[in-house]
């Protein structure tokens, strides 16, 4: 793998202190990103252009990784401390999602939906974070920005989790 990837980089947590919240951790990775950390570009043409550089891959892999640790983590951690490390990450998909090509290279139609974030898994968790710690109005604005921005595939189908895990005055914000 070593011919792929640095492997020193693929050790978890190997820049982070080993009690590392997950605000801390995702802020860190957030500076490294955009930093130009993984940004490494490659000439395309006609044969290469359906390939990602190994940047990117790490990237992806460590966005992943980061998210990842946020899922499995929330059920012991401050739900204010799980919404700002999402909502870090998801910032990071945004800023993608401009086309500003300084934080991963995509050699042919770039995008975050080729991150291949696992949206069934990350968002529940995150509408429960978010439901104890946000307004009834930021509730609602913020579910539907990220559905609409990044998974309206199954929009329907989240909202209708969204508004399960909403207190009642942040469900009445939801059907507004």
């Not at 390939?51 to 946020?70: D, F, K, P």
């Not at 939906?113 to 439901?131: I, R, T």
């Not at 913020?142 to 559905?147: E, F, G, N, Q, S």
Request: include cysteine; charge should be negative; charged fraction near 25%.
């Amino acid at each position: 793998m070593k011919k792929y990837f640095d492997l020193k980089e693929l050790q978890p947590d190997a820049n982070q202190p080993v009690n590392s919240s997950l605000r801390t951790a995702a802020r860190s990775f957030q500076k490294a990103s955009l930093a130009g950390k993984y940004y490494e570009s490659f000439n395309v043409n006609s044969k290469n252009y359906m390939e990602t550089s190994a940047g990117t891959r790490a990237w992806i892999a460590e966005y992943l990784r980061q998210l990842n640790r946020c899922v499995s983590s929330a059920k012991g951690c401050d739900p204010a401390e799980v919404c700002e490390a999402v909502d870090i990450l998801f910032g990071l998909l945004d800023h993608i999602d401009e086309c500003l090509d300084d934080v991963i290279f995509f050699a042919d139609e770039g995008g975050s939906w080729q991150v291949g974030v696992d949206w069934a898994n990350v968002l529940p968790v995150w509408f429960k974070a978010l439901s104890a710690t946000a307004e009834p109005d930021e509730y609602a604005k913020r579910i539907k920005d990220v559905l609409s921005d990044h998974y309206s595939f199954g929009r329907d189908k989240m909202l209708a989790l969204a508004r399960r895990t909403a207190t009642p005055e942040q469900r009445k914000a939801l059907e507004a």
